[in-house]
C-alpha cells in the first residue's frame, strides 16, 4: 500500500470525508467542521514529530483513532508503555508515539495484509467521527 491507495481506499469507503493537507500530514474528517479527524497520514518528520524517522525514501505513518475498548483488545487494558517499541518498524501495528492515551494506534508502511486488518479499525473511527459530528449538531 502507498499513501495515495489508502487515501483514496477512505474518500471511497466512506461517504462525506474531506481532507486537509498541513505540516506533512493528510488530515481525514468528518463533514465540514475539521475538529478531529478519526485518521491521519504522515509523510514527514516536523519538529515535532521524529520518532518514526519519516523522512527516509516512501516511508508513511497510518495513523487511526480507534474506541477505547478496540485499543485495550489490541494492546492490553493498562496504560500503554510506548518506550517498548520501536517507532521505526515497517508494517507493525503498534499504539501511536503521542497519542496512545486517547486510543490512537499507528503503521508504518502497511502492507495489502496488514491493511486488510486496519479496514475494520478506519471503520471504526470513522462511526466514531460521525457520531461525534451528529451530536455535536444536534444541539446547535
Known sequence: ????????????????????????????????????????????????????????PDVFRLNIGVGKQTFQSLFGTGRVDVSTYDFTALDTIMPHPDYAAQSWLSV??????????????????????VQRYNRRNASS
Open 1 to 56: 500500500m502507498n499513501e495515495s491507495s489508502i487515501t483514496q481506499y477512505i474518500t471511497t469507503a466512506f461517504v462525506n470525508v474531506e481532507i486537509t493537507n498541513a505540516f506533512g500530514y493528510t488530515f481525514f474528517f468528518y463533514g465540514a467542521d475539521h475538529i478531529l479527524p478519526f485518521a491521519t497520514l504522515a509523510s514527514a518528520d516536523n519538529e515535532h514529530d521524529r520518532v518514526s524517522n519519516l523522512d527516509r
Open 108 to 129: 508504518l508502511n502497511p502492507s495489502d495484509t496488514t491493511f486488510q486488518m486496519l479496514q475494520p479499525l478506519l471503520a471504526e473511527a470513522y462511526e466514531r467521527a
